[in-house]
């Protein structure tokens, strides 16, 4: 079999940055077109078989990240944009918002409280060293937060955007399972609580799975949590005295 032209083909497509933004939003297609077959299975979640689909690229292509962030990072800078987006579904329910408000900060610092004081503690118990556990510290934030906080703490940016992204992942999977247990059934619970546990990931779960309504809670808590834990956590961790 003559193979010279699909030589020449990859070999022009390897030369443009486009070819990655097109398998970004290829990947994304055939992970969302996964996750309908899984029926929504959150282990089948489109944003976790889409990192999965383009580390498989990268591997067997053997281009390394900065190669392909140069095609993504339009899709990067749309970051911004969608997330300011995620105001306008919040808007819809602002009289709902105005009546839970101080529930839901005080939710909001309780778990942000729980969350830092559990990773610190269990990091520090099982002989973590320091620059690691900082790094844990805020890994229920966003990434650009996380790594903002991490870095004035001591903490090293690039573990913590790992950690926060398997953070998010792990919150899509177990998150469902316990609401179920829990018995939780209003949606601006589900999204608050997915949103201040798994963040952006979290927030994308509950609109492409839950309603519109918990994505837009989830996307006010995910927002909230970030600009709280930038406060919360410098205490804590003079607490410990890390």
Same mark, same amino acid.
């Given at each position: 079999?003559?193979?010279?032209?699909?030589?020449?083909?990859?070999?022009? @497509?390897?030369?443009?940055?486009?070819?990655?933004?097109?398998?970004? @939003?290829?990947?994304?297609?055939?992970?969302?077109?996964?996750?309908?077959?899984?029926?929504?299975?959150?282990?089948?979640?489109?944003?976790?078989?889409?990192?999965?689909?383009?580390?498989? /690229?990268?591997?067997?292509?053997?281009?390394?990240?900065?190669?392909?962030?140069?095609?993504?990072?339009?899709?990067?800078?749309?970051?911004?944009?969608?997330?300011?987006?995620?105001?306008?579904?919040?808007?819809?329910? @602002?009289?709902?918002?105005?009546?839970?408000?101080?529930?839901? !900060?005080?939710?909001?610092? &309780?778990?942000?409280?729980?969350?830092?004081?559990?990773?610190?503690?269990?990091?520090?118990?099982?002989?973590?060293?320091?620059?690691?556990?900082?790094?844990?510290?805020?890994?229920?934030?966003?990434?650009?937060?996380?790594?903002?906080?991490?870095?004035?703490?001591?903490?090293?940016?690039?573990?913590?955007?790992?950690?926060?992204? !398997?953070?998010?992942?792990?919150?899509?999977? &177990?998150?469902?399972?316990?609401?179920?247990?829990?018995?939780?059934?209003?949606?601006?619970?589900?999204?608050?609580?997915?949103?201040?546990?798994?963040?952006?990931?979290?927030?994308?779960?509950?609109?492409?799975? &839950?309603?519109?309504?918990?994505?837009? /809670?989830?996307?006010?808590?995910?927002?909230?949590?970030?600009?709280?834990?930038?406060?919360?956590?410098?205490?804590? &961790?003079?607490?410990?005295?890390?």
């Amino acid at each position: 079999m003559n193979l010279a032209p699909l030589d020449a083909l990859w070999v022009y @497509l390897s030369a443009s940055p486009l070819l990655h933004l097109l398998l970004t @939003l290829v990947a994304f297609l055939l992970a969302t077109a996964i996750n309908r077959l899984a029926r929504g299975a959150s282990l089948a979640h489109p944003v976790l078989v889409s990192i999965a689909l383009i580390i498989g /690229f990268l591997w067997l292509t053997d281009t390394d990240y900065p190669t392909y962030f140069e095609g993504a990072q339009f899709i990067h800078f749309l970051l911004g944009p969608a997330t300011v987006a995620l105001a306008v579904p919040l808007f819809d329910h @602002l009289d709902r918002v105005k009546q839970m408000l101080w529930p839901l !900060l005080t939710a909001c610092c &309780v778990g942000i409280v729980t969350a830092v004081t559990t990773t610190l503690g269990l990091a520090l118990a099982l002989g973590a060293h320091t620059q690691v556990a900082l790094s844990l510290a805020p890994k229920s934030v966003t990434s650009p937060i996380a790594m903002g906080i991490a870095e004035k703490l001591g903490g090293i940016p690039s573990l913590t955007a790992g950690l926060v992204l !398997l953070t998010g992942t792990l919150g899509c999977v &177990v998150g469902p399972v316990v609401m179920r247990l829990a018995g939780a059934r209003d949606d601006t619970v589900k999204g608050f609580t997915m949103g201040l546990s798994a963040h952006g990931i979290g927030t994308a779960f509950c609109f492409s799975s &839950v309603s519109t309504l918990a994505g837009a /809670f989830a996307g006010m808590s995910m927002g909230l949590t970030g600009l709280l834990t930038a406060f919360i956590v410098p205490p804590i &961790v003079r607490l410990f005295g890390v």
